[in-house]
């Protein structure tokens, strides 16, 4: 037993801001690319934050980014697990074969893997073929219920049907559903629990071609800046995939120099893929210096931090543990530090938002 009689409230323990350069990133592509063929067929490099510890290696906690390589020719083997991932396309092109779809991806496409739905992946091209692979299974390492098995080479993506045992007597629709009082709260059978209300979970596919005539391509053009690639299957949680929203952000060149001020902060992480431009990232006061093909963990939860960019403008795939935290009733947001601290979806959120920096007053 411990003792927290009148312990002190809690304060966020961020991990420090950490960049990946495009360099680094190029060497371990070329790295990959060169070793043996893995018996997986599965070359891949996780990126391990220092500040992370076993089980949950991650780039942030509870996520990983993870550099993954087929060569020309080569195919993994078929796999599932109950992490989901997001992935993004780096370099060269593929397909990816997941439950009953096939997906070609080129270079900046976005898909989502769902969990549990079995996936491969195919380089049918000429170029090697790289990737970022976002995924939430350190977090579920922590928990100690990361679940992955390898399946049959002989898998074949094929549409199947949703894969639950139905019960003529025993389900969610004769179980009791009691009324508990007069605000809400009922009592109902365990067969709620194990018969869930199935909300379809697909794997989605965002490419770059279509995304980028949304954004920004040159200054006074109307377009948006950040545009969030979103996935119905979230819902309310604005997502990509349950745990991850993904954004893609343009800042055209030659905009005058966004000037300088106080940033933000959120309980969610960022993680930012620069694809195109460069800048500066202040977080917590300090300076860090990025250009295009960098990976930045830009924003641990709750560091105050803010974006610039340089003269030949931005483009940016931005992730965040953003709907996971909302799912759990923890998202916070303060947009103004001078202001209010915010719990995105349980109360009225943040409006009159332009951009990185801006709001609406």
Known sequence: MIDVSDEP????????????????????????????????????????????????????????????????????????????RVEIGIAGSGRIEVGGTTIPFAHLDVANIPSMKPFRFHNDSGAVWARL??????????LGVHYAEDLPRTWQPAAGGDGNVRDEVYTRGTAPDIAIGDRGARLRGYEFLVDIEVVDSRPLHWPWAEIAPHLSQEAGDGKRTIMALYNPATQRRQGATHNFFVTASVMP??????????????????????????GVSTVDGHDIAWEAGDLLLSAPGWREHAHY??????????????????????LVWQEDLDGPVLALGSEAGQTGYVGPRETGK
């Open 309 to 330: 960019q340089g003269p030949d403008g931005l483009g940016v795939y931005t992730v965040q543990d953003h709907p996971l935290q909302i799912g759990m009733e923890a």
């Open 133 to 142: 692979s976002y995924s939430n299974a350190p977090l579920l390492e922590k």
């Open 9 to 84: 409230a809690a304060i966020p323990q961020p991990w420090a801001p950490v960049k990946i350069t495009r360099a680094e990133i190029e060497a371990q592509i070329e790295r990959l690319a060169a070793a043996p063929r893995p018996a997986t067929g599965r070359r891949a490099a996780r990126i391990v934050h220092p500040s992370a510890t076993t089980p949950g290696l991650g780039l942030a906690p509870g996520i990983s980014v993870t550099i993954e390589v087929l060569n020309p020719g080569e195919s993994t083997a078929p796999l599932r697990e109950n992490a989901h």
């Open 253 to 278: 060149p030659g905009l005058p120099p966004r000037p300088r001020g106080r940033g933000h902060r959120h309980s969610s992480v960022a993680i930012n893929y620069h694809f195109a431009g460069s």
